[in-house]
């Protein structure tokens, strides 16, 4: 009985430690320190309404919109199904696929110079990267300009300001948020029209 008891003081206080007081102590932390990212790394518009993450990748399909890295998240872009689509290299389905996206791409860019970028026909392993490469971005340009009737110039020098270099100088690859570039266009250019 009493090595019943001593365990049973031993799980209440694991319990009570590891399950209340550090989960609340880190979240008070993160919520003094980083408050933004701790709440979500939340976007909003000029209105404040919320419409996305910083954190996690949303579908575009209006041509007047940089569009991201496809996805395998549930139904696609699904945050709370998070995941890729399991297709290995040499798997028929992920190239019929890739094969389909890419025509799809080169149809709805017929003026973009060069193969459809590599990482527009292929899923992040989370199947919600919110980044794509600016080489990407700046092939998609003419598409996006074309839809917003400005000169891509103007659309690049956007792309430009929001391409993000390495970390650190020399970690990672430089990327583009594509919700970021996507919002900063509606503020400098104004929404599409509804026909785009």
Do not use: C
Request: net charge positive; hydrophobic share 40%; charged share 20%.
């Amino acid at each position: 009985m009493k090595t019943l008891l001593i365990a049973l003081r031993a799980t209440l206080v694991t319990l009570v430690l590891t399950g209340l007081i550090y989960p609340l102590g880190m979240t008070a932390l993160a919520q003094l320190v980083f408050p933004s990212a701790a709440n979500g790394s939340l976007v909003t518009d000029e209105n404040g309404k919320v419409v996305g993450s910083h954190l996690i990748g949303q579908g575009f399909a209006r041509p007047g919109y940089f569009q991201p890295r496809p996805s395998a998240a549930g139904n696609g872009y699904d945050g709370m199904a998070s995941g890729g689509s399991n297709f290995g290299p040499t798997s028929a389905k992920l190239r019929e696929r890739g094969q389909a996206d890419a025509k799809r791409l080169r149809q709805d860019n017929p003026n973009s110079e060069g193969e459809v970028p590599t990482e527009l026909v292929t899923a992040s392993g989370s199947g919600l990267d919110p980044h794509i490469s600016p080489a990407s971005a700046r092939w998609q340009i003419p598409r996006v300009a074309r839809a917003r009737g400005v000169s891509n110039a103007r659309i690049g020098a956007v792309v430009d300001e929001f391409a993000a270099g390495r970390d650190l100088g020399l970690l990672g690859e430089p990327t583009v948020n594509v919700l970021d570039l996507n919002l900063a266009l509606d503020r400098q250019f104004g929404r599409p029209a509804a026909g785009h």
